[in-house]
């Protein structure tokens, strides 16, 4: 039986990257069974900005006032009416057999229920690319290796498949995080028993450009406070699974010092200094945070 497929777009004022977006969904070797498009308190409607031709593909919900982007992904799952839900920001594209891809991959990976693509970076201003493709896996692979893991957590929310009784079986999104979302959205479903696997063959491009994305917030503190709030809510879970510890909360503490959120890093170094006692790279960067510190 061929799996139903729903791609959900968020969006918020911009017309241009979103009519490109469903334009990839809309030219599949394979079509999506559905198109939904969430405009999340753009200043002039999305709906009246799309060429007719694209218009008619999709369903378009329209929030008059941005409701954040965990809302917006929360209410295109609502309005889906799939088995699998696939997630795609409004400046990223997918390659032409991208759906066929998963499709298959689903009928030979039965047991997984989150899938991951592999990622093309476009740097927009020079049109340079890098890729960035997930490894390859046998059919009916039914565990998450060491090896996995670190690719899982070089993705995001956008290209990501969900089966959506999974989905619903976390709660979805987290609507208070405007960052982390989709970190604390996987760790929750892997902490439930649920199999993420990648998809080699299908690519998502990967937009690189200088304006804002849907999920970022220009007030950093409010960063930081999402991203201790992700690190906390799974902290027992990051602690029995070192490898997404060490990447995740490692950027995060990252982002957090480069924003001069130094305490909240310092804090988070500390807990994964706990976790991955023997990481070189964690215990260097605590021991020249708390110099840094000391000396500031």
Known sequence: MTPSIAVIITTKNRPIYVAEAIESVVNQTKPASSIIVVDDGSDAPIADQLAPR????????????????????????????TEWLVFLDDDDW????????????????????????????????????????TPAVAPNTETLSTELMASLMETGCSGTTVHKSAFENVGGFDESLIVSEDRDLTFRLLAAGFLALPVQHAVI??????????????????????????????????KTHPVLA????????????????????????????????????????????????AFS
């Open 205 to 238: 491009n990967i937009r690189v450009h200088e304006g804002p994305r849907l999920s970022s917030h220009e007030k950093g503190e409010l960063q930081a406070k999402s991203d201790l709030k992700a690190i906390e809510k799974n902290l027992d879970f990051l």
């Open 94 to 133: 997918i390659d032409p057999d991208f759906v066929q891809s998963i499709d298959l991959t689903i009928t030979e990976q039965s047991a997984a229920k989150i899938f991951w693509p592999s990622r093309l970076m476009v740097i927009e201003a020079t049109g340079e690319t890098k890729s960035r493709k």
């Open 54 to 81: 694209l218009a008619e593909r999709c369903t378009v919900i329209r929030n008059e006032k941005s409701a954040g982007v965990s809302a917006a992904r929360n209410q295109g799952v609502k309005a889906a009416t």
């Open 246 to 293: 060490e990447k995740f909360m490692g950027r995060a503490a990252k982002r957090m010092w480069e924003r001069n959120h130094k305490r909240e890093a310092r804090y988070v170094i500390k807990l994964l200094a706990g976790i991955c006692p023997y990481s070189i790279r964690v215990r260097q960067r605590q021991l020249k945070w708390l110099v840094a510190s």
